[in-house]
C-alpha cells in the first residue's frame, strides 16, 4: 500500500491557482482512492499503479490550460498496511505529550 503526497501547480496562470486544483481533486474523487486535501497539497492511498496513474492524470489534467506544469510527490510505499493515512496520525498523537490541535483534528 502506497501513501502518496503531491502538488500539482500550473505556472503563468497567476497567483490563485485554486481552479485548477479543484480539476485535480476532481480527478482524484473520480479514481475512487482514499484521499485527504489539506492547504499545501492532497494525499492519495492505494496500490502503487493506481496511485501513480492519478497524479498522471492530475499534471495532464492541468497541462490543458498551461504549457508548464510543475508537480511535487512525496511517496511512502509499505507492504501489507492499509488505512496509513488515518493510521499514522493516531500514532503520532500517542506520543504527544501536550494536545496539539493541529495534528490531524
Known sequence: MVLLE???TPL???ESVSRYV???IEVVQQSGLRYSVHSMGTIVEGEL???LR???QCVETVARDADRVT???KLDYRKGAESRMDAKVDSLKKHLTVS???AGS
Request: charged share 25%; net charge positive.
Open 22 to 24: 479543484a480539476r485535480c
Open 6 to 8: 503531491f502538488s500539482v
Open 54 to 56: 492519478v497524479v498522471q
Open 71 to 73: 508537480c511535487v510527490a
Open 12 to 14: 503563468g496562470r497567476g
Open 100 to 102: 496539539d490541535k493541529t
Open 49 to 51: 499503479p493506481d496511485v
